[in-house]
């Protein structure tokens, strides 16, 4: 887990516990706004059911997804499937 960021933060993580996770766990992706990451995670908590909690949490890592379409994540990568 990241240290308290007492800035702004580079970036934002989602962050998620399945039903046997006692700590949160995330992914390397990295967003650059709050909004973007909760766009994910909504996303994210829609397909794989095993996530039982998300949220968002801060992150000094790098930003790693372009802001993503109107469409959804298919541009970033994240996301494939039929249009």
């Given at each position: 887990?990241?240290k308290t960021?007492?800035?702004?933060?580079?970036?934002?993580k989602?962050?998620?516990?399945t039903?046997?996770?006692?700590?949160?766990?995330?992914?390397?992706?990295?967003?650059?706004?709050?909004?973007?990451?909760?766009?994910?995670?909504?996303?994210?908590?829609?397909?794989?059911?095993?996530?039982?909690?998300y949220?968002v949490?801060?992150s000094?890592?790098?930003?790693?997804?372009?802001?993503?379409?109107?469409k959804?994540?298919?541009?970033?990568?994240?996301?494939?499937?039929?249009?």
């Open positions: 887990m990241d960021i007492t800035e702004k933060p580079n970036s934002y989602v962050a998620v516990k039903s046997t996770d006692k700590e949160w766990v995330s992914n390397g992706l990295r967003f650059k706004t709050k909004e973007q990451a909760l766009t994910y995670a909504k996303d994210l908590f829609a397909r794989w059911t095993a996530v039982k909690e949220e949490q801060p000094e890592d790098a930003i790693t997804e372009r802001e993503p379409s109107q959804g994540f298919e541009d970033s990568g994240i996301l494939v499937g039929p249009e």
